[in-house]
């Protein structure tokens, strides 16, 4: 079944007659050009911008800080220093018969400092502290995980425009079958109008081709607003305007490697696998809340009152700050249950993703398969009824047959074009959505 597979879409390569290296340039620029894929990026720059944020978090914080207060009023601090010094001082006057020792009033010395500044570096930083650590491990695996959607979303886009370029070539196919269908008809109406003014058929052979007219160029211009319908779409793929023309150019080339499976390989698992490892980070997150942090802190500075600055306004203050969590009423115990269940639920998605992505394979393959069948037997159908139609064409210029016979010859050949028409990009569009299903395209 391979072989035959294989052979098929040889023989689709030899009519298609289109090339797939204006399609691969149009490629480029749909994920050049796509808003969403920029939208995707700017994500992507941000998550990068946040994991050197979370590095940053393990260098030192480094500030100026100065005050400056100026107060009067408020508490007091009552200091009787006469109260415990003039009976010494008065003592001693008695005893060297002098006025030395003054009388000291008891003071009150305001807690608010007045007129008193304090300029300071003041210089902080993380020596353990396992919360900064698994932060950036997720920030990083977040960064990841942007990359690995805009792939997704890469790979479908890929499939996209391929789908619409498809249909594209399909609806131009469609007009030049309907374009020669009339002129076949116009030729057919212009016969029998001569053979009825001779009196050679009847008025309703006349009228049956002059309804084909009017049919085939109703059905004609359906064929051309499909066309731009098509076009209009995969310009919008390309964020490009709708109505810019589509090159096409010969030489097509065909990939022949199909059958191989590689949806293990496929971006929607590699997405689940780094979920599954980010949980796993917020699982250690969770536990490193039982564990100490450790910092440092130094402050250099100067402090006084009345703006002075001299070898005794200096100094410095340094030391360690230790914070353990004891006991918080078992909350990071119930965190963690729920980062096991997210988990537990993470697993299970990986294994439906994975049946899901075969299923998808397998079927895209099947459809394949039958488009490729289905192209064969209008392509065998389209070469009987040419002949037919040849056939009947020429025993109907000889008089013998009946125009009701040419027509029908003529209908079964305008159908058998159009079906093997829409078989043969159905094979594509088939061929198309199985790269998506196998994650086989490779970007440049």
Known sequence: MKNKTLTLLLVICGYLGYSQSKLDGYIKTGLKNNEVIKQHNFDINKSMYALKEARSLFYPSVSLNGTYTKAEGGRTI????????????NTLNQITNSNAFPTLQNQSVLINPDNFYDAKIHTTMPLLNFEIIYNKRI?????TLQKIELEIYQRELVKDIKIAYYKYLQSLEGIKIYEDALALVKENQRVNHSLFKNDKINRTAVLRSDNEVIRIQANLETAKQTSKNAQAY????????????????????????????????????KKLNEVKEINNNISKLTESHWLPTLGGFADFGFQDFDFDVNKDSRYYFAGLSLEWNIFSGNKNKYKLK??????????????????????????????????????????????????????????YKEGQTIYIELLDAQNQWVNAQLNANISLYNSWIAFAEMERANATFTFK
């Open 338 to 395: 729920q980062v096991e269940e997210d988990n537990k639920k993470i697993n299970s998605q990986i294994d439906n993703v994975k049946q899901q992505l075969l299923l998808q394979f397998q079927v895209s393959q099947n459809n394949l398969k039958s488009a490729l069948e289905q192209f064969n037997a209008d392509n065998n159908q389209k070469a009987s009824a040419k002949k037919y139609n040849d056939d009947i064409t020429k025993l």
């Open 234 to 269: 995969f310009n919008f793929l390309l964020n490009k305007k709708l109505d810019s023309p589509i090159e096409t150019d010969l030489n097509v080339t065909f990939p022949s490697d199909l059958a191989a499976d590689n949806t293990t390989n496929r971006e929607e698992l």
């Open 78 to 89: 009552d200091i009787p220093v006469g109260d415990m010094l003039n009976p010494v001082y």
């Open 139 to 143: 920030k990083a695996q977040q960064t």
